[in-house]
């Protein structure tokens, strides 16, 4: 894995320790590398009301969004406990939506000196829903 890889995994670590997840008390923590060279971390946010929560890619992106930034290359997710934790499916669909070609690391609570599975986000959501789909948003059938 590249150095720049290994940093984004860092950083998506250090955003998991500002996690509030005071219900599951499971950390998560994001790093999204935007195509300006940017990176934008996000990190979960749970709420009394579950549907409420934010995941810590969602925030990233949103956050990313919000700052202007609408192409990515990368996204970095750092999970509590030794196996990577893969993202959610909302997570997956809206990763989707700004970069199917996306290399999407997932890390463990060791980061870079631990197991770090590599994909794109295409390969995580087979058969997706999409605007980019042949025949995406040509009426019914």
């Known amino acids: 894995m590249s150095d ?21 008390r499971f950390r998560v923590g994001a790093a999204l590398l ?9 990190t979960n946010v749970e709420n009394a009301s579950f549907g409420l929560s934010i995941c810590a890619e969602r925030a990233a992106v ?28 909302a997570c997956r669909q809206v990763l989707l939506e700004f970069g199917p070609d996306m290399v999407l690391l997932m890390a463990g609570d060791k980061g870079p000196d ?10 995580l959501v087979p058969e997706a829903f999409s605007t980019f789909a042949p025949g995406a948003g040509e009426g019914t059938r």
Request: charged letters at 25%; hydrophobic letters at 30%.
């Open 34 to 42: 935007g195509r300006s060279g940017k990176v934008y971390t996000g």
């Open 4 to 24: 720049y890889f290994n940093d984004l995994v860092r950083a998506a670590c250090e955003a998991r320790l500002r996690s509030y997840s005071p219900y599951s």
């Open 114 to 123: 631990g197991t770090v599975k590599r994909y794109t986000v295409s390969e």
């Open 62 to 89: 949103f956050r990313a969004v919000a700052e202007g930034e609408r192409e990515f290359e990368a996204i970095a997710v750092c999970a509590d406990g030794l196996v990577p934790t893969p993202p959610c499916g």
